[in-house]
């Protein structure tokens, strides 16, 4: 019923916030994340207890609620900016883009065995994918499956507007394998909430486990690891998208280990990205309390 309901809220309020300003509809939608902040308690209390691990905090520490309600505002203006990507089209989202050592990309794809473009749930994910299709790479996503049919249906068709094909995670894993083979990008998020195999690596000095897929992608293929993200800048209507150095797979005879090692050295780059713009992570499921279980 509350993903139905959520679901019919989306068709209603997408159209208006389509023709409103954005400047507008980014106030709107920063009193809306507060609303949700207060009204939705079990995701309010999922990000205020990862957000103590954040900062070091305890959990009755005021410093973590107020970052957990900051997150759930700019979570608010990331869904205005996927509501707008077929009326403004993916060009016109990178005009207030700026980004360095795009280097490192062309670094990666030059070694001919495809680049794995890896990142959190954080700031908009989205542009990069546009920044990537207008740089005319050829970009195969891998998406979580959504709750409701409607909902993937309009995430996949939002996410295609951006010259991307979309890969649900739960398919067969070849299409991805092959990609990589012809030099193409696959881009993924780490921090999602349903892998069915996972690997335990530090990540802000406590133990955490994340899907190791990725890992084994880039040890099976050879693809080379980008990290980064898209920050939104404080004035809301520009971005900048961080690059981190390549990382390269080093395969030895512990396939394991290697997983274990390569993972944890993708989580240790974005760990730098989420102690300097925390309240931009999205972190609305339990991540460490599920290593006490």
């Not at 990069?128 to 195969?140: C, D, E, N, P, Y």
């Not at 299409?175 to 069915?196: F, G, S, T």
Request: glycine share 4%.
């Amino acid at each position: 019923m509350v993903l139905t309901a959520g679901y019919l809220l989306w068709r209603l309020l997408t159209p208006i916030v389509c023709i409103l300003p954005v400047s507008i509809s980014y106030r709107l939608a920063s009193l809306a994340g507060l609303l949700a902040y207060y009204v939705w308690h079990e995701k309010r209390e999922y990000a205020k207890n990862n957000f103590t691990n954040v900062l070091g905090l305890t959990e009755s520490d005021e410093a973590a609620s107020r970052l957990a309600k900051e997150s759930f505002r700019y979570y608010a203006k990331y869904l205005v900016d996927f509501a707008r990507i077929k009326s403004d089209g993916h060009l016109k989202c990178l005009e207030k883009v700026s980004y360095t050592n795009w280097d490192a990309i062309e670094k990666a794809h030059s070694r001919g065995h495809g680049t794995l473009m890896i990142g959190l749930h954080q700031g908009n994910w989205d542009i990069g994918l546009a920044l990537l299709t207008q740089h005319r790479f050829s970009v195969k996503v891998l998406v979580d499956d959504l709750p409701t049919h409607n909902m993937d249906h309009i995430s996949l068709n939002s996410r295609k507007t951006l010259g991307a094909t979309i890969q649900p995670i739960s398919d067969n894993m070849r299409p991805v394998i092959r990609a990589l083979k012809r030099n193409e990008i696959v881009a993924m998020l780490i921090d999602q909430p349903h892998a069915i195999k996972k690997v335990r690596v530090s990540f802000l000095n406590q133990w955490i486990s994340v899907p190791s897929g990725a890992a084994n992608l880039a040890l099976r293929t050879g693809a080379t690891i980008i990290t980064g993200g898209i920050i939104r800048n404080e004035d809301n209507n520009s971005f900048q998208a961080i690059i981190n150095e390549p990382i390269s797979p080093q395969i030895t005879d512990h396939l394991d280990r290697d997983i274990q090692r390569l993972t944890q050295n993708v989580m240790t780059s974005l760990e730098q990205l989420v102690l300097r713009h925390p309240e931009q992570w999205f972190v609305f499921r339990p991540l460490w309390q599920e290593e006490a279980q």
